[in-house]
């Protein structure tokens, strides 16, 4: 394992536990170095995890033509911040209606509500889950 891989630590929030300063100032580091961090216990089973990840392929194998008509404000595509990097952004608190916005200019020719409906029940388990602790 190399030195960089051993070393590096990515900090942990986790949703049961109460925000202190010392937590926001890490997240704030990780952001910032990397643009990654850890949530745990936040409600979100695997399964639903999994199901997003599948549904999040389906959407950048559409293409790329397709997918620049979402705009600058939603769809970056690779090599504007990383060869590596590209990113579709469904915001809140509408999630529903942004994933469907979304999906309607992605999947023109092929209805796909499976996207929206599972992004607005992961919403929803978000938005409970503070409730349930």
């Not at 900090?11 to 910032?32: E, F, G, H, M, N």
């Not at 990383?82 to 992605?106: H, Q």
Request: charged share 20%.
């Amino acid at each position: 394992m190399s030195e960089l891989q051993s070393s590096l630590q990515l900090p942990v929030l986790d949703l049961t536990q109460p925000i202190q300063s010392s937590v926001l100032s890490s997240l704030s580091q990780a952001c910032k170095e990397w643009g990654f961090f850890y949530v745990t216990n936040h409600g979100i089973s695997k399964e639903m995890f999994s199901k997003i990840c599948s549904l999040s392929k389906d959407v950048f194998r559409v293409p790329l033509e397709s997918k620049l008509k979402l705009g600058p404000f939603t769809y970056t595509p690779r090599f504007i911040a990383s060869p590596y990097f590209e990113s579709l952004v469904v915001s809140g608190p509408d999630f529903s209606g942004s994933a469907k916005a979304s999906a309607d200019v992605l999947f023109q020719d092929h209805h796909k509500p499976e996207l929206r409906e599972t992004l607005q029940e992961c919403g929803e388990k978000m938005a409970e889950f503070p409730k349930d602790s």
